[in-house]
């Protein structure tokens, strides 16, 4: 088993910038994958952005540009840096974690408005 904690998340006005943050503990070994999806709702969750044990990293084509995705060394925490953020990226953001089987946290809302 994979615990996922998201924080971060908060109300922000276009333009501005957010960083979200997601602590993994339990079985973490081997090769992997963590990242960030969001949803709306009535939508289908999305990709926002996904970052491998090898460092390898994927991105929407929405947020390609203004959203880095990282992970410390010891692979146990993956951050999502959101810059120039726009009321389209209003969302839930739920952390993932992929070795095999799919593991997601709670999720943390995002609100950009002004």
């Given amino acids: 088993q994979v615990r996922l904690v998201e924080s971060g998340g908060g109300l922000v006005q276009p333009g501005e910038s957010l960083r979200l943050s997601c602590a993994a503990s339990g079985r973490i070994f081997g090769a992997n994958t963590m990242g960030w999806y969001r949803q ?3 939508k289908q969750r999305e990709l926002v952005a996904t970052i491998t044990s090898a460092a390898n990293t994927s991105y929407s084509d929405s947020v390609k540009g203004r959203f880095t995705i990282s992970r ?14 726009k009321p389209e990226d209003t969302a839930v953001y739920y952390c993932y974690w992929g070795d095999g089987v799919d593991y997601w946290g709670k999720g943390t809302l995002v609100i950009v408005s002004s």
């Fill in 40 to 42: 709306v709702p009535g």
């Fill in 72 to 85: 410390d060394k010891d692979q146990r925490m993956v951050s999502l840096q959101m810059n120039s953020l």
